[in-house]
């Protein structure tokens, strides 16, 4: 493992794109390889530890493939997981958890919404962190059901979606929510249809350039940034359809590759 070896990052779908353009915009010299396991998504309704064997099979592969850096792309595995996946390998390991933390500090309504998997709501990290930051703070937690599996197929505006997202936020928008909090990698792909059915005035946020951000912390203080400015090889590999991940990633077709294989 050197400063030339890639980034891996996974999600347990195509959701963690989100969160890769954003590790790609600010570390454009890097090498990425992204593992989709569409295969097996949701993770959202699994027990901990389906999730955290899932997780482990994800990083076995991304090690084979000589990744010097481990981004979980995904706030389920990492709620669910990272505990346990840290003290089994030495690589470095970024996580993704939600936002709670600057919306808390930044309500003015002192009423946050957020939308995330029952894996993620459900676990003890998601607890702890919302117990430390929202003592004053209403927390209105929903469930996403049913928005993984249609971004997986690649339905981001239909009837279906909007119908979904109306219920979702319904609860939401009733108790005067200033911040919907997105906590689930899958969700920037639908920010667009929740702007038009939120009020003007919420705002909505994700944890994407956080990730990015402490993904590039971690490589600089190991000395492991790519100094080579030649044009890096950004991989993506699903086990399932390459469909969803090449629309979602149709700006980026110059640059980079989508193919399908087994792990
Ligand atoms: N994209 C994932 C997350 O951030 C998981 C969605 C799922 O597979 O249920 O939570």
Known sequence: M????????FDSGVGGS?????????LPCEHIIYLADSKNAPYGNKSSEEITTLSIKNIEKLLHMGCKII???CNTATTNAIATV????????????????PAALQTTSKNIGILATKGTLSSALFSKTTQEFTKDIRVIEIIGEGLVTLIEAGNLDGPEMISLLKKHTKPMIDANVDYVVLGCSHYPYIIPQLKKILPENVKIIDSGEAVAR?????????????????KPSLQFFTNAETATLKFLLSAYSESISVEKMDF
């Open 2 to 9: 050197n400063k030339n070896s890639p980034i891996g990052v």
């Open 214 to 230: 402490q993904t590039k912390t971690v490589l600089q203080s190991l000395n492991l940034l790519r100094e080579e400015k030649t």
């Open 71 to 73: 981004v979980i792309a």
């Open 86 to 101: 840290r003290e089994n390998y030495s690589i470095p390991i970024i996580g993704i958890e939600p936002a709670i933390k």
């Open 18 to 26: 989100s969160i890769w353009k954003e590790v790609n915009k600010l």
